[in-house]
């Protein structure tokens, strides 16, 4: 009966929105959704939860594929309706591979890009958070910055030592490059043993991560927008100039 029921409600919601999906679908699968007002066309996409690598997560866990962001990030980067991209995160990491790779897409877009960071942005969400063209983060919100880690079987050898140490280099230079603080800095941060009772490294919240220079400045939703809608128009007013 279940198999049944389900393709007839597809069918009528097909029906009721003029033989389209119905616009809450992308924010359940994907966490993202399409905004259009004056200043142009705005996709806001979620980063929350744990970053899924390559090994599926529990259900009961919270995540962001990067199978579905990835191809979705080339999609609005060629896209000629969407004209910005808001990113709001809320992640506590994950994976290290698949989160430089969803960054790297991120630096790599030529269209406006904000982040707003809320709740959280730890560990491999550092990267991300930086990603954009512009960075911002709520007061309240933290950041966790600490040393590469890893579950399960590990060979206790130099060359594993050495792997996460060229691991650990891939991120910090990441970092460095998208943002303003200094590569000594982000390695005292990393390896503090004062601030985690059990761990090393740091926790930044909002006023300390714009201190630092990880984060360009404090703001909420509205100040994210503001910045987004300003680069827009300025990219449009380039368009016009080079035209004229």
């Known amino acids: 009966m279940q198999e049944e029921t389900k393709p007839k409600k597809e069918e009528e919601n097909k029906q009721t ?3 389209e999906q119905p616009p809450i679908q992308p924010i359940v699968d994907l966490g993202s959704t399409t905004i259009k007002n004056r200043h142009g066309t705005i996709h806001c996409l979620t980063i929350v939860g744990q970053i899924e690598g390559h090994m599926v997560l529990p259900n009961t866990t919270k995540t962001t594929k990067y199978e579905h962001v990835m191809p979705l990030l080339a999609a609005l980067e060629e896209s000629e309706e969407v004209d910005g991209i808001l990113f709001l995160l809320n992640t506590v990491g994950g994976d290290v591979e698949a989160g430089l790779a969803i960054a790297e897409l991120i630096s790599g877009m030529t269209k406006p890009t904000v982040s707003l960071v809320l709740g959280g942005g730890h560990s491999i969400g550092v990267p991300l958070a930086v ?6 983060i709520a007061p309240s919100a933290s950041m966790t910055i600490h040393p ?3 579950s399960g079987m590990t060979i206790a050898a130099p060359q594993t030592v050495h792997y996460f140490e060229r691991l650990q280099e891939r991120i910090t230079q990441f970092v460095v490059k998208n943002s303003h603080i200094t590569e000594q800095t982000f390695a005292e941060l990393m390896m503090n043993t004062r601030d985690m009772a059990a761990d090393v490294g740091s926790v930044l919240y909002g006023e300390e991560a714009v201190e630092y220079g990880i984060i360009d400045r404090l703001g909420g ?4 927008l503001g910045c987004l809608y300003d680069m827009i128009d300025e990219k449009k007013k380039g368009r016009r100039r080079r035209k004229s």
Do not use: E, F, H, I
């Open 221 to 224: 939703l509205s100040d994210a």
């Open 148 to 150: 590469v880690r890893t």
């Open 17 to 19: 929105n003029g033989g």
């Open 131 to 136: 990603a954009p063209k512009c960075t911002m």
